[in-house]
């Protein structure tokens, strides 16, 4: 019994293999901390690539830059083009959504069309009390969105906008309950350059 004491005690206070166990207690968040660092990091820099791509081609645009070049029959496609181009360096399975439109100004983004005649002072525009409003995008209606398709002419505001979807660096979604999915959202607006007289938006009226 002694002797079975002896060994049961000289077990109790063997430390052999005590690093392995201790490094396997920690090795999982050890990696989850690493594994969740590169992903945010890997996110920041695509946000950051998006940016900057979105930037450059608008300011290209905007300038008819006649070095800017890229796939496209149009200038709006090789602006879709550009971008995609730049960020799938850093998000090679990334799908893009990307609108371009145009304003007339910059306070026209996201503001519905001036009224150039209140006759009750209300704010809105009333057609059957004779108002009057800048028909921005030239549709013959009152609209609460301004803009028009496309890049626009001469010192219009062009104005860019962009969702990008790409799968996660790494699985991790399987283990913390995330999206499998990132999804990123950039958008500029820049004014074309004056190489010609801005067209003048109609004024309407109502009956």
């Known amino acids: 019994m002694t002797a079975f004491k002896e060994?049961?005690?000289a077990m109790l206070e063997d430390e052999t293999g005590a690093t392995a166990v201790e490094f396997a207690m920690v090795l999982i968040p050890f990696l989850t901390i690493v594994i969740a660092g590169m992903d945010v990091a890997h996110h920041a820099f695509m946000r950051t690539q998006l940016q900057g791509a979105l930037a450059d081609a608008a300011r290209r645009a905007s300038v008819e830059d006649p070095e800017f070049i890229a796939a496209g029959d149009t200038l709006e496609d090789r602006i879709k083009n550009a971008v995609k181009d730049q960020v799938n360096i850093v998000a090679p399975k990334a799908t893009y959504d990307i609108e371009i439109s145009n304003f007339y100004d910059f306070s026209g983004i996201r503001n519905p069309e001036k009224l150039m005649r209140d006759n009750n002072?209300?704010?809105v525009f009333d057609s059957w009390d004779n108002d009057c409003f800048q028909d921005?995008?030239?549709n013959g209606q009152h609209d609460?969105?301004?803009g028009r398709?496309?890049?626009g002419g001469?010192?219009?505001v062009a104005f860019y906008q962009v969702t990008v979807t790409v799968p996660r660096l790494f699985p991790a979604h399987a283990y913390v309950g995330v999206s499998p999915k990132i999804t990123m959202q950039a958008e500029i607006a820049v004014r074309n350059q004056p190489y010609d007289?801005?067209?003048e938006?109609?004024?309407v009226c109502g009956e």
């Open 121 to 123: 002072e209300n704010g």
């Open 144 to 146: 609460s969105d301004t």
């Open 154 to 156: 001469a010192s219009d």
């Open 136 to 138: 921005l995008n030239e």
């Open 149 to 151: 398709a496309g890049v």
């Open 197 to 199: 007289n801005q067209r």
């Open 7 to 9: 060994k049961f005690v």
């Open 201 to 203: 938006p109609p004024v």
